[in-house]
């Protein structure tokens, strides 16, 4: 990719750019880099990246919600620093259209993925993270998201969704995914409540009741959530 192509793309999001190795790195997956035998490729930018999103997202929350507990932060930071999130906001830009792939990333329709697309819009995070320090990094990071962002805020993106949140933490931490059981069922059939538990490494880590096994599982994810949001050991 040129320094030109580079540059058309940072301008769709008014960033400006002195050093267009890092943002060309950015945008280079890690099957080009192996088919080409470029040495270059996004996942270590992908790394620095993701941290310096979580920094600039949670300081954001934490600054405008002061009287905010943790655990709500947290689930806030979530709904904006997820795949889902990320790779709306990489379509918003038409990031796809300047990635960097492999012929079968491209076949598969990698330019569209959401995982490649969440992928390389931290892999840019970090390389403006480098290319201008944190606090420019973090002024041209907000001006991007300001619209999810304000969809948190607003209450338009949920923070609801604890099962995702929970299987997230989990396969990050354990390399495991949460398991649900229906454990009991009771009242007449056309007004039945559930009860469900949901357990960590064959450890019971949260229990709930709903009026669909779905509701109830949701409940056993949240009372997890928030047992580790109070306790951090939960996941040591």
């Not at 990719?1 to 997956?29: D, G």
């Not at 954001?60 to 009287?67: C, L, V």
């Not at 999810?148 to 354990?174: H, M, N, R, W």
């Not at 009991?184 to 880590?205: L, N």
Request: proline share 4%; net charge negative; with cysteine.
């Amino acid at each position: 990719m040129s320094s030109r192509e580079i540059e058309e793309f940072l301008k769709t999001v008014e960033w400006p750019v002195q050093n267009f190795n890092l943002y060309r790195e950015a945008l280079t997956h890690s099957s080009y880099a192996y088919e080409t035998q470029d040495l270059k490729n996004n996942e270590r930018l992908e790394f620095l990246g993701d941290a310096v999103l979580e920094l600039v997202i949670s300081e954001y929350f934490f600054k405008a919600f002061p009287e905010y507990p943790e655990g709500k932060l947290t689930l806030m930071c979530h709904r904006v620093v997820n795949e889902k999130a990320l790779a709306s906001i990489a379509r918003s830009i038409n990031l796809g259209s300047y990635l960097k792939l492999g012929k079968g990333e491209i076949f598969s329709g990698g330019y569209d993925k959401p995982s490649l697309l969440a992928d390389a819009l931290e892999a840019l995070a970090g390389a403006l993270f480098l290319d201008h320090g944190y606090s420019k990094a973090k002024e041209l990071i907000i001006a991007l998201f300001t619209p999810v962002l304000k969809a948190v805020e607003d209450g338009i993106l949920p923070l609801t969704d604890y099962k995702t949140i929970l299987q997230e933490k989990c396969q990050s931490v354990f390399g495991k995914t949460p398991v649900y059981e229906i454990v009991c069922e009771f009242g007449p059939p056309h007004d039945k409540t559930f009860e469900a538990i949901v357990k960590i490494e064959d450890k019971v880590v949260g229990k709930g009741t709903g009026k669909s096994k779905k509701e109830a599982e949701q409940a056993a994810a949240n009372d997890a959530w928030l047992i580790f949001s109070k306790d951090k050991s939960f996941f040591s």
